[in-house]
T-cell receptor
Framework: SAVISQKPSRDICQRGTSLTIQCQVDSQVTMMFWYRQQPGQSLTLIAT?????????ESGFVIDKFPISRPNLTFSTLTVSNMSPEDSSIYLC?????????FGPGTRLTVT | GDSVTQMEGPVTLSEEAFLTINCTYT??????LFWYVQYPGEGLQLLLK?????DKGSNKGFEATYRKETTSFHLEKGSVQVSDSAVYFC??????????FGTGTRLQVFP
């Protein structure tokens, strides 16, 4: 299994600002995923981040709003840019193992 | 495209009652199927999985069988406990690629 940590665990931000969320894995992984869970909703994939290549974004998500970095095989960041209250969500990173995906504890973001 | 449909919640049960949470899927290929659980204030945890038709996943008294003929993966438990109160997500994926989640079903168990 993989152990995943995220920073920060929660934050309250003002609209128009940006927040960068960090995801650290205890082992080297090829694929990392970023999901969003809006209040009371299911999880929606934002993008897939492979080391050494640009992230692949799902429909409805764009790089200008959610830039992602993947500098090595154990680390990734997601930035939520120019935030609005609609961005208030839990953001989770996950990694693909041989048989399943493992999730980080999430970052709870509130935009005021 | 692929999708997952779960029964609406919340599901409210008394302790020791039988639980079924329905999940059906639409898939273009042969995905693996998963149940994830999210306890209050905690992150997402894998509860059980099945990788091919007729496989049964089981964990902590929960079971689900991959039924290709009915495209279903219903979650069952014979006797629920208060500690099982959580949100349960059904999901599918291909080769540990991105997960496609259902909307989640909230389970509330009362003593």
């Amino acid at each position: 299994s993989a152990v995943i940590s995220q920073k920060p665990s929660r934050d309250i931000c003002q609209r128009g600002t940006s927040l960068t969320i960090q995801c650290q894995v205890d082992s080297q992984v090829t694929m990392m995923f970023w999901y969003r869970q809006q209040p009371g909703q299911s999880l929606t994939l934002i993008a897939t981040a492979n080391q050494g290549s640009e992230a692949t974004y799902e429909s409805g998500f764009v790089i200008d709003k959610f830039p992602i970095s993947r500098p090595n095989l154990t680390f990734s960041t997601l930035t939520v840019s120019n935030m609005s209250p609609e961005d208030s969500s839990i953001y989770l990173c996950s990694v693909g193992g041989p048989y399943e995906q493992y999730f980080g504890p999430g970052t709870r973001l509130t935009v005021t | 495209g692929d999708s997952v449909t779960q029964m609406e919640g919340p599901v409210t049960l008394s302790e020791e009652a039988f639980l079924t949470i329905n999940c059906t899927y639409t898939a273009t290929g042969y995905p693996s199927l998963f149940w994830y659980v999210q306890y209050p204030g905690e992150g997402l945890q894998l509860l059980l999985k099945a990788t091919k038709a007729d496989d049964k996943g089981s964990n902590k008294g929960f079971e689900a069988t991959y039924r290709k003929e009915t495209t279903s993966f219903h979650l069952e438990k014979g006797s629920v406990q208060v500690s099982d109160s959580a949100v349960y997500f059904c999901a599918l994926s291909y080769n540990t690629d991105k997960l496609i989640f259902g909307t989640g079903t909230r389970l509330q168990v009362f003593p």
